[in-house]
């Protein structure tokens, strides 16, 4: 009989391997990825690139240097380009490219202090197209102050931005040359060498006031020059060429609901309009399901290989790959099931698919299919350890009918070892964006609660990603309709489910699940306890602080705060605080430029005043994307933190021992 496995603890994140960005050669052959693991001791992670050769998977290389990420290959698929901090301090700024060739030490060909948005090969092999950020003007070069002028004034993850500007760099691999094709007062947003190599098409974006809305144009190589294809209201995010070069690839949309749109691929040819190839499924082709263990992501966008455009979809929190033929638009799914495809590449005849997915109860591997040649196969296994030593729960999917009709879609997850007869505590969670969602990916955060004794119930409100795009907009409507989804769902899952306990429950959220925590807790008191993480609490506030503000609140709250005060007077939850009876802690990180951490002082200071019940905890570093991106003993802690308060305020008994330290501050 085989041994009992155990529970899921805090400290299995620190064994956990976080697998994505895969790609395959030109020619099928090989494939390289990035490996992400915890180091506990040093409270960093340590990226690995592994090589393996097709169609065995034999191991050929295994690269270990700090920061390394971002591998690609060459066209003729001999040489791997990657970026990479090796050999620079924990202060220093910047980022170098570094080319491997499959044998003896990777060489440094470039470096910028102000690191990449993007770096790939010409089609000659021997030059490499990069997109780096470089100063509009001249800087401080200690650091001592910065001089802003534009907008935005900081960006989360990378602090103050003192007016950058991106451009195409063209570097010679051999000596490290380099010259900047494109200058301007524009930012270059993604850049694709056409396969002579003579042109280079660009996403350009030009307005700061609308930084998504972007350009189609054309860069001459030897020249610079550029022509602008396609302006207007559209907002692209990749564009990538045909093989004959005669026409364009685009991923975006033309904003027909504003921010709530799906994007969508698109065809423009060199000479005409663009027309879209997937309008028909309304669905999202561009997801983002929410997943603690679903990165790094790298490709997401459309490719075109072979005789078809290969592209993703976000059907109902499940991603799959699929393809559509340029001419004549007919649509194919490739991949199928419950599971995430989070990124994805594919080899130039499209006869190979390296793709990372993660599902359920899976982490994220990488897997290999070969179109018409059998089912795909698993690459990796870095994460078996954890299928083998751990219980994990399955998740339980729920459709719930909203008052309104419309069916809203979610799952819950049992509490690990029920007892028969006992009563279980209930944990609702809520996704970011309001334009992500749940879905087939494994949420370690969800586990743990699970084998902590709690059900964890979570579900897809208006406004989520997964279905049509009427479904994602919930513009001007923040706190109405996405409430009442998740008050009617939690109801519904209440009335499914005898041995969940109503008068025991807690819920959580973080970022746009933060700011609904916020807004619950002013409209209701049947929780015992609430934990909000950089979430909204003064939408007024939130439009002069947040690095995206003051354009992407005038979409989803409708106006500005001088136009419409009234809109951002009655979706901000701390103009309710009187209402508030649940216990709330607060959580933040000093670093957070999306939810700037004055809406959480703010909510606190305003709980307070009014006598009730709030917990402050700030993490002194992080930004928005702590809670996945933060530094592994900070992640731990907050883990501990999270698990100590909903045993507190639930009366379960407390699993872990919480510690002050360095990194938070509990007030």
């Known amino acids: 009989m085989a041994p009992r496995k155990r529970l ?8 956990l391997v976080h697998v994505g960005d895969p790609q395959v050669s030109p020619g099928g052959s090989r494939v390289a990825l990035v490996a992400v693991r915890p180091d506990l001791e040093k409270n960093l992670y340590r990226n690995e690139i592994w090589i393996y050769e097709l169609p ?12 390394d990420s971002q591998p690609r290959w060459s066209p003729d698929g001999e040489k791997l380009l990657f970026t990479s901090r090796r050999g620079l301090g924990e202060k220093e700024k910047g980022t170098a490219l570094y080319v491997y060739h499959l044998g003896g030490e990777p060489r440094r060909v470039y470096q910028s202090r102000y690191g990449f948005v993007q770096a790939r090969w010409m089609p000659d092999s021997s030059t490499i197209l990069a997109v780096a950020p470089t100063p509009a003007r001249s800087i401080d070069e200690d650091g001592d102050y910065v001089d802003i002028r534009g907008l935005p004034v900081w960006f989360d993850g990378a602090g103050f ?28 947003v993604y850049a694709s060498p056409s396969p002579d190599g003579k042109r280079i098409a660009a996403l350009v974006s030009r307005d700061q006031l609308r930084p998504h809305v972007t350009e189609v144009v054309l860069v001459d190589v030897e020249t610079g020059e550029t022509e602008t294809l396609l302006s ?28 709530a749109s799906h994007e969508h691929v698109w065809l423009l040819s060199l000479s005409g309009e663009p027309r879209c190839l997937t309008c028909s499924l309304d669905r999202n082709t561009a997801p983002y399901v929410s997943s603690d263990a679903a990165w790094p992501r790298g490709n997401i966008h459309p490719i075109w290989a072979g005789d078809g455009i290969l592209f993703l979809v976000n059907d109902g929190g499940r991603v799959n790959i699929h393809r559509v033929d340029p001419g004549t638009g007919h649509l194919e799914q490739l991949t199928s099931g419950e599971q995430v495809v989070y990124s994805f590449t594919v080899s130039r005849d499209a006869g190979v698919i390296a793709y990372a997915r993660t599902s359920y109860t899976e982490p994220g591997e990488i897997w290999i299919l070969e179109p018409g040649r059998g089912q795909p196969r698993r690459l990796t296994r870095f994460n078996d350890w954890l ?11 729920l459709k719930a009918r909203a008052s309104d009709g419309t069916v809203v879609e979610g799952w819950y997850l049992p509490p690990a070892r029920r007892e028969p007869g006992n009563r279980y505590p209930v944990v609702l969670f809520i996704h970011g964006g309001p334009k992500a969602c749940y879905g087939a990916a494994f949420n370690f955060m969800h586990q743990l ?60 959220g973080i970022s746009y699940g933060g700011y609904m925590t916020n807004w619950i807790i002013t409209q209701t008191n049947r929780f015992r306890a609430a934990i909000s993480e950089n979430g909204i609490s003064d939408w007024r506030a939130d439009f002069g602080t947040s690095d995206i503000g003051y354009w992407f609140d005038p979409d989803q709250i409708c106006g500005t705060p001088w136009s419409s005060p009234e809109n951002y007077e009655r979706a901000s939850p701390i103009n309710y605080v009187d209402r508030v009876e649940t216990p709330v802690l607060i959580i933040h990180s000093m670093e957070d430029y999306r939810c700037f951490i004055d809406q959480a ?17 700030v993490f002194t570093r992080g930004s928005h994307g702590h809670s996945i991106r933060a530094k592994p003993r900070h992640r731990m802690k907050r883990y501990r933190i999270i698990l100590d308060y909903l045993a507190e305020k639930l009366k379960q008994a407390s699993p872990t021992t919480t510690s002050s330290t360095e990194e938070s501050r509990a007030v």
């Open 387 to 397: 299928l083998g030593e751990v219980e994990l729960q399955k998740p339980v999917n």
């Open 601 to 617: 002082v703010a909510f606190h200071v305003a709980l307070r005043f009014h006598g009730k019940e709030s917990r402050l905890v």
């Open 449 to 508: 609660v699970a084998a902590k004794g709690y059900y964890v119930v979570y579900c897809n409100p208006r406004g989520s990603d997964g279905y049509s795009e009427e479904y994602a907009d919930i513009r001007c409507k923040y706190g109405t309709r996405d409430y009442q989804d998740i008050m009617e769902f939690l109801d519904a899952f209440l009335e499914s489910v005898e041995n969940a306990d109503p008068g025991r429950m807690a819920m959580t």
């Open 161 to 188: 931005t003192e007016e950058y500007r991106s451009h195409i760099l063209l570097v010679d691999y051999e000596s490290g040359l380099h010259r900047r094709l494109t200058s301007g007062d524009f930012n270059v």
């Open 56 to 67: 065995a998977g034999k191991t050929l290389a295994v690269l270990q240097g700090e920061g």
């Open 232 to 259: 207007g209201s559209y907002s692209f995010s990749a564009v990538e060429w045909s093989p004959r070069g005669d026409a364009l690839v685009l991923h975006g949309h033309a904003l027909p609901r504003g921010l």
């Open 8 to 15: 899921l603890e805090v400290e299995d994140f620190s064994r």
